[in-house]
């Protein structure tokens, strides 16, 4: 793990193992929370990667193409978002947008249509492993460099994103401690939202938190940690979290997180609901949602917050070092952070 | 051949053979009289045993169902020493109540012969439609009152273009579920709104006693709906319009009026299973009816309704509703995987597929 401090802003990083990515993230846009007071607080590494600044800008315009598997998917916008607004914001680059639904052979004509446009670099926001080692081999038939926000891993290619395993876990440590320091003496029940279909990659959010709740309970016994499976939809968490919770006797400490905010949300109504006054929560992502839940929900110990806009940020620096013929970190994910009530910029009443 | 009781008639390969006496008469020499007869016979004894036949694969249907219920609810009343407690029974009806309350007006629909799958996009846009409203300062209620107007409407113009344009219902569902998914995500940005307020959380995580309030919304549709299907007039039109439609209107049923009819009663089912879903979960979110989208038809198909008009029960239903939350509790206890739970169903519902057919197979 890395970790780098420039000017009072840092943000926190680490190198990812294979595990970094994401689906089905219902994130969303921060409204109601200010961008800049997200960059005050937040932790910036510099090893490898600069914020995106004018230095960038060796040549006087940089056309790169941009393949994103949704166009209305909430932490896809955010991304989307993070990237144009950075490459505004430099000057001398420009992004052009192509959009696959997630479908793999869309994907790979976007390219093919992108490299016709004359782009000098790629970013590639995917979810389909299937189809991007196609990608990659566009790419390098037209000489061009590509950078992946995992999502999916694009061979030969640096990734960015976030460390799933790495952010899941730190989000279940938190909450445990917090347990240990609420309710001492007790063994909490830990419900983990997990969503299968997502693949490897978001499960390993799963297993992160868990295993950051394990650190603070290192005898959890078997029968106190419950994967709850959803489809990544709060309607989903709600109903298997109100069925699992039948195994967990009344009165018992019970910490629930999720995958993503509203899948978190689904699954701490779902305790509210079932009378389970000892419940911690801690939401994951940091989408609006989740930080409205922080703020007016008294279950809730904070939310993860995955910083997406930072990810868009994180491509253009990757795909504008190399198309200055720089050489790029093969893989650098961002770890988020704690967010909780009493943080500034979240403004809580 | 034809061989008949005492007073009989004998024939073989079309010659009648010895005396006949029908109803007291005696007939002489017996030529295209009895040739009549015969048919007449042969044609009663057929039908006798069409429906024979029919009863007994209506009833293994019935009791198969039955028997698929009572396998699965043991299996997991042994798997799990949590499954067969007042409390998880109680939360697996609430948490199948609201696709029991869409599954319960399909089926009408289904048995009306017509298909419904706009079901969880009307869910969501009536969820969104409501956290819109509430964000926006209205009272609660009166948003409640306001989607599910919207619900019904959203139902009367599948209704509308379905029955008085000719479309079929599928083409028809399908391109309205697109249309206001689309618009829920559209005008909520995707985004996922909190809805406060104690009185409307009532609706979806209150209770009466330990039984949970949405279980009375179900209970409540269900005796409605079974009422209207098995003692009314309205029900029985509902039947003839599905089994044969050109048959019904010559009879004097009003067929299309009531599809219409049928098709609001889905919308405003489907907006009251988003009321409930939205204040159960003290949020409006464009994807809070992904997860109906397909269970509300596989439940109304594996009770035994006929996805081409004229059959199906209200008790098929339910019990198909109580194998739906039984299979979602009890794998969520077990924590298994939702793949399995999705080949349990798939399974199932070929089966409920397959019994259709042989009763069909069984009147011809």
Redesign the interface.
Known sequence: MVRHIRGGRARLRVGLVGVAGLVAV?V??S?GVSSAGVRATAQRAVAQFPAPSKALCKKSHYKIGYDVFSG???FA?LVTAGLVKAAQSIGCASIVKTIDNLNGPVAVGNLKTLVNEGIGGFVDFQVLAAYQPAIASELKSAKIPGVAIVGANLPGSPDVGASNYGAAYQDGLYMAQQAKKRFPGTVPYVLGGAE??AGAIIMGRYYGAVAGEKKVYPNLPSSHV????T?G????A??????????VPSGSVVLLTGVN??VT??MA?AA???NYSHALVNSFGG???GL??TC?NSHYVGAWYLEPRLWGEDALVAIMEQMNGQKVQKQVGVLGEEVTHSTAWLHCK | MLRCGPGRVVVTDGEAVGQVRVGGSRAGEVSSEAFDLRQEHEASERERRLARRRRLVEQLQGEGLLFVFVVVFVLMWVSSPYFFTKNNLLTAASVVSVLGIMAVVETLVVIGGEIDISVGSVMAATSVLIGLMVTSGWNVWLATVVGLLFAAGVGAVNGVITVYFKINSLVTTLGTYSIFLGLAYALSNTTTVSIGGEGFSVLGSGSVGSVPVPVFFFIGVWIVGAVLARHTAVGRHVYATGDNYDAAVRSGVQADLLRVGLFVAMGLASGLAGVIVTSELGSAAPQIGDPYLLSVVTAVILGGASLRGGRGTMVGTLVAVAILGVLQNGFALLQFSTYLEDTVLGTLLILAVLTDRLVRRAER
Do not use: F, M, W
Not at chain 1, 226 to 229: F, R
């Open positions: 219902s969303v846009g409204a209305s998917q909430p916008n299968p279909s419950i994967e709850v499976q489809d939809t709060e309607t989903t709600y109903n298997n979290t109100l069925s699992a919770l039948s195994a905010d509203e949300g689904g109504k509210q609901t079932r989408d609006p949602y409205s839940q007016n």
